[in-house]
């Protein structure tokens, strides 16, 4: 079992940056590949960005390619997710993920998702 604590959301201005972090709690941290999602007002919790067990393996949504980057630090217990070039359209609760699997695939879709944390907001003004 794994808990995790999201942090660094908060106000940026479009075209500026935010670092997210995901801290997970439990031994077994290196055998769950993690995943950020986030949801905006009025819509469905949408996946972001995955990254395998021992971070060889990374997937994004289409909509953050190449703005965004999912890092993790196994020896931390730690998950990072760098925003770059944000845009309004990016403000959202954010959610880190994990499921307890090194199928990167998995912890992309929310119905599969073993854990979830409570969520950090981010606002990009325009």
């Known amino acids: 079992q794994v808990q995790l604590v999201e942090s660094g959301g908060g106000l940026v201005q479009a075209g500026g940056s935010l670092r997210l972090s995901c801290a997970a709690s439990?031994?077994?941290?290196?055998?769950?590949?993690m995943g950020w999602f986030r949801q905006a007002p009025r819509k469905e919790r949408e996946f972001v960005a995955a990254i395998s067990w021992g971070g060889g393996s990374t997937k994004y949504a289409d909509s953050v390619l190449g703005r965004f980057t999912i890092s993790r630090d196994n020896a931390k217990n730690m998950v990072y997710l760098q925003m770059n070039s944000l845009k309004p359209e990016d403000t959202a609760v954010y959610y880190c993920?994990?499921?307890?699997?090194?199928?990167?695939?998995?912890?992309?879709?929310?119905?599969?998702?073993?854990?979830w944390g409570q969520g950090t907001q981010v606002t990009v003004s325009s």
């Open positions: 993920a994990a499921a307890l699997t090194n199928t990167i695939l998995v912890v992309t879709d929310t119905q599969f998702v073993g854990y």
């Open positions: 439990g031994r077994t941290f290196s055998t769950y590949s």
